[in-house]
């Protein structure tokens, strides 16, 4: 399978009100680097799986949308425990309404918090 990857980053704010979280429960901010990678079984008709320039810019206009915002706030997070799965599928249902994912197999989201640990979300198409 071929696959390609775009990469970006957000630097956010937001609390994770459950004992759960521990003293992740207050506010806090968090900076993430963001990777979308597209797959595909079979090249398309380019000889590409996806357009890296589009793919790039759709990445970039959903992660401009989060960046420097409180999360607590945001009206398409209402009422959710914004962790890192939670915004890793919502980046990866934002890329899902555009015209990136038609002829792919799979798309995976990951949003890395530092070096050492990541997250994300997985959607076979």
């Known amino acids: ?11 956010i704010a937001h609390s994770l009100p459950d004992p ?9 901010g968090a900076t993430y680097v963001v990777e979308a990678t597209f797959y595909r079984r079979e090249l ?3 000889g ?8 790039g810019e759709r990445l970039g206009e959903i992660l401009t ?7 607590d706030e945001h009206p ?10 939670v915004l890793a599928r919502h980046v ?3 890329l899902l309404e ?19 640990a990541s997250a994300g979300y997985t959607v076979e198409l």
């Open 76 to 85: 398409d997070l209402a009422g959710r425990l914004t962790t890192t799965e």
């Open 98 to 116: 555009g015209p990136l994912t038609v002829g792919l197999a799979r798309l995976d989201v990951l949003l890395r918090e530092h070096p050492d």
């Open 20 to 28: 759960f979280f521990g003293p992740a429960q207050g506010l806090h």
């Open 48 to 55: 590409t799986v996806v357009d890296i320039g589009a793919a």
């Open 65 to 71: 949308g989060l960046t420097y915002r409180n999360l």
């Open 92 to 94: 990866a249902d934002r």
């Open 1 to 11: 399978m071929y696959r390609v990857t775009v990469r970006g980053h957000m630097m």
């Open 44 to 46: 398309d008709a380019h």
